[in-house]
């Protein structure tokens, strides 16, 4: 099966089983060396207490005559039987070991070649038996190349090796059982995620995805989950978006196709003045799409900026002298509170004239006659200069706030679009601020007025 958590879990037997093979045999042939090495030194201390036996045996009797019943009655093979602590180490290597024992003159009187003289070399090698002091007789011990254990010692060994399987046994059944808890802990949350990502494709974005597992696949379930949010808002918005240029785009249309109709069938007659109301619409519907499609291009980031340098007081003051006709007509005073010698900014200044234009339209629509209307610029955070624009008019609600920036969003909804615009302009004037690497907001008190304000940097 091609499942993750089938492979994990084959990958964690797998490694497993061969970590616990690789101990098994490490811990099998280390304990049988120790063992081998054990019966080794008692083989050791067996030969030197043949060689007692021996010495004592000779200082009793003179000689070596009968000394082939000694050997005998003391298991050569064991060397050492009747001494007690020996005596099962002995019976480890009987019938494996060779014993020769030559008298004081090399002559073997046990052993093989009895009666022949022993090679020097084995003379050499032989532990040499002494009685007050002096040499009578050599002690030759020729052992296997491997130790031979007895049916007790044997059973001892395989027995062990028996642990050492159930062991590794028992550990492979518990690694097992651990590699399905674990793999499927891990495979779960990412078939969860899985899940709501097809959900997703099927464009359900009130699927989530559940944050659970470790912390990496939480992260991931919490990004997939913000993905579905940004997408659903960014999907609201463009059905809202459509609904609402729709009903934008309707009402111009519906008084042109009205009027004309009128006309056609002799109601309205013919005359300059309708057919400037109609143009009046015609030019409303057209600042209508062209203010579609540069916010469009601005959200798109495709919104050709021209960001250089820029004077922003002056450009304050050029806006100020601007709609200063506009501002006397509506009885509104318009002034410019700005330091001198401010840092430039980095900005494109036909945008930045656009967002003051429209800030300061947006200000004289809701400021009353005999009010009035400041442009401000001071130093803002590091790097940053902060512009304003501050009206004295009736303020926004504070449930208003939040959604001031957004397409065709109208606090008075009894407002028409002939004396409040498009709805666009603040949307519009975001997208260039932000275009620009600013920021912008509002701060506004019912009854007192609002301030709009923004960001830009300063050259680099």
Known sequence: MNKLWVRLTVAFVAITLLSIALVALLATTAAT??????????????????ADDLAAYYRQNGSWGGVDAVIATSD?????????????????????????????????????????????????????????????????????????????????????????????????????????????ALATPLADLSRAARAFGRRDWSARANPTGTTETADVAQALNQMAESLQKAERNRRDMVADIAHELRTPVTVIQGNLRAMLDGVYPLEIAEVATLYDETLLLNRLIDDLRELALAEAGQLHMNARPSDAVALLHVAAERFSPIADAQGVR???????????????????????????????????????????????????????????????????????????????????????????????????????????????????????????????
């Open 76 to 184: 050569t093979a064991g060397m050492g039987r009747g001494r007690g602590a020996m005596n099962g180490m002995g019976a480890a290597m009987r019938g494996a070991t060779a014993v020769t024992l030559a008298n004081a003159a090399g002559t073997v009187v046990y052993g093989d070649g009895a009666g022949q003289l022993l090679p020097a070399v084995d003379r050499a090698q032989a532990q040499i038996i002494a009685v007050n002091g002096a040499t009578v007789g050599y002690l030759l011990v020729i052992s296997p190349g491997r130790l031979i254990f007895n049916q007790a010692q044997q059973a001892f060994v395989d027995q062990l090796q028996r642990n050492v399987i159930l062991a590794a046994l028992g550990a492979t059944a518990i690694a097992i059982a651990l590699g399905l808890v674990i793999s499927r």
């Open 33 to 50: 060396d120790q063992f081998t090495t054990y019966l080794t030194g008692q083989q050791a201390m067996n030969q030197a207490a043949l």
């Open 334 to 460: 318009i002034t410019v509170q700005a330091t001198d010698g401010l840092a430039q900014v980095q900005a494109d200044p036909d945008r930045l004239g656009q967002v003051l234009r429209i800030l300061l339209v947006n200000a004289l629509r809701y400021t009353p006659a005999g009010q009035s209307v400041t442009l401000a610029a001071v130093s803002g955070p590091a790097g940053m200069l902060r512009l304003s624009v501050t009206d004295t008019g009736a303020g926004i609600a504070p449930e208003d706030l939040p959604y001031i920036f957004d397409r065709f969003y109208r606090g008075d909804k009894s407002r028409a679009r002939i004396s409040g615009g498009t709805g666009l302009g603040l949307a519009i004037a975001r997208s260039l601020v932000e275009a620009m690497g600013g920021q912008i907001g509002v701060d506004s008190t019912p009854g007192q007025g609002s301030r709009f304000w923004f960001t830009l940097p300063a050259p680099k």
